[in-house]
């Protein structure tokens, strides 16, 4: 069998000496349920087993300043938001959350070519993680032993996080681009 050449100038050395990227395997305790303060890690666009598109949600726990919440800080979860008419009410307070309009999510999202979002339309997710506050269930599905929580609901932006700019004016509910957490 031939061997492969990765040419591009990459080496052993190259890669043994790359700083890693990506997400920190999480190796604390199991968050109780409850609300918490979360970055979004990444978006990205799938497909479900029937077809259906699907928004792939990666957030990690980001405890900000409250005392109780720091032991979870960089526990990882995944939500998975199927993206049709009946599911509109699961998709409507992420948006929200992310400070982003229905408009704008429909219109002028756009990906790479590996379908992660890197854009929903004035909302660059290239250039940092937008702050978001999700509820932390029991996972009552599939997979219980593997993922023991799941993601609820979506509450708002984080305190201090501007999710987004835009001037849509659909994204300015009143709540979406402040900077205060809705409780």
Aim: charged share 25%; proline share 6%; hydrophobic share 35%.
């Amino acid at each position: 069998m031939p061997k492969m050449k990765w040419g591009s100038g990459v080496t052993a050395d190259t890669i043994n000496n790359a700083e890693e990227k990506g997400i920190t395997v999480y190796d604390g305790p199991l968050p109780p349920k409850g609300v918490y303060g979360w970055d979004v890690k990444f978006l990205k666009t799938g497909e479900t087993s029937n077809k259906n598109p699907q928004l792939i949600i990666g957030l990690e726990l980001n405890p900000r300043d409250r005392e109780d919440h720091q032991a979870f800080k960089g526990f990882f979860v995944q939500d998975f938001i199927v993206v049709k008419d009946t599911t509109a009410w699961r998709l409507k307070p992420f948006l929200k959350a992310l400070g982003v309009s229905a408009k704008d999510f429909l219109e002028n999202t756009v990906t790479d070519e590996e379908g992660r979002v890197t854009k929903i339309g004035t909302l660059d997710l290239t250039k940092r993680a937008p702050g978001i506050i999700a509820m932390l269930q029991v996972n009552r599905g599939q997979n219980k032993e593997q993922y023991p929580r799941e993601v609820g609901s979506y509450v708002g932006p984080m305190a201090g996080s501007k999710t987004s700019g835009s001037s849509s004016s659909e994204a300015k509910t009143g709540d979406a681009d402040s900077e205060e957490a809705p409780f």
